[in-house]
C-alpha cells in the first residue's frame, strides 16, 4: 500500500509522471500477476500489459482512494482474463502436429516422469503406435498438459470419454515398457 501519499502519486501519474506511474506499477505489479497466473495460467504477463493499458488509458477519468483504485485495477485485470476466456471459447484450437510437440519438455507428473525417462522422439514414436484416438488424448493431456475438460472441447469428446482413453492409452503404454524393460533383461 502507498499509504497518505497516494493522492499526490495518482495525480502525478495522471499527469504524465513517470516516476509516480512507476510506484502506482511497483505495488500493484506483484499481486496483479499472482491473481492473473491463477485465473489464466501461462497468460498473466500478456494480461498484466493489457490491464495496465487500460489503466493508463483511464487514469487521468479515475476518482477514488486508494482502496478504490485497487479495486479497479483488479476488476479491469478480471475483465482482461473473460475477454480471453471468451475468444478462446469462439475459437477452436488447432491440433499440432506430433513433430511439433517432439522439443516441448513434459508436465511435471508421473505421466510426465514416464516420457522423459525416454527420449522424446522414441515417447512419440510410441504414443504413435497407439490408436488414434488414445494418441491424440495422450497427447493433449500429458506432452501438451491440458486437463480433461480442454481436451474433451478439442477433441468433441465427452469428458468421460477422455478419461477412458487417457486410462486405455496409459495402461496400453506401461505394458508395452514393461515387455520392452523384460526382454532388456531377458538379453
Given amino acids: 500500500m502507498i499509504g497518505p501519499s497516494f493522492a499526490a502519486v495518482l495525480a502525478a501519474a495522471a499527469g504524465g509522471d513517470e516516476a509516480a506511474f512507476g510506484t502506482l506499477w511497483r505495488d500493484l505489479q506483484p499481486g496483479l500477476l499472482r491473481y492473473l497466473d491463477a485465473l489464466a495460467p501461462g497468460a498473466a504477463e500478456d ?9 493508463v488509458q483511464g487514469l487521468d477519468r479515475f476518482t477514488g482512494d486508494e482502496r478504490a483504485f485497487r479495486g479497479w485495477v ?11 476466456w471468451r475468444r478462446r471459447s469462439r475459437h477452436r484450437d488447432e491440433l499440432v502436429p506430433a513433430d511439433a510437440l517432439t522439443g516441448l519438455p513434459a508436465p511435471d507428473d508421473p505421466a510426465g516422469a514416464a516420457v522423459d525417462a525416454i527420449s522424446s522422439r522414441a515417447a512419440v514414436a510410441l504414443i504413435a503406435t497407439l490408436p488414434p484416438d488414445q494418441a491424440e488424448v495422450v497427447l493433449l493431456r500429458v506432452v501438451a498438459g491440458l486437463d480433461v475438460a480442454q481436451v474433451a472441447a478439442i477433441t468433441g469428446k465427452r469428458p468421460g470419454n ?13 505394458d508395452r515398457l514393461t515387455a520392452d524393460t523384460r526382454v532388456r533383461g531377458a538379453v
Fill in 47 to 55: 494480461l498484466a500489459s493489457e490491464t495496465w493499458l487500460r489503466i
Fill in 74 to 84: 483488479f476488476t479491469v485485470a478480471r475483465h482482461r482474463a473473460v475477454d480471453r
Fill in 162 to 174: 477422455v478419461r477412458v482413453l487417457a486410462h486405455r492409452a496409459l495402461r496400453r503404454l506401461a
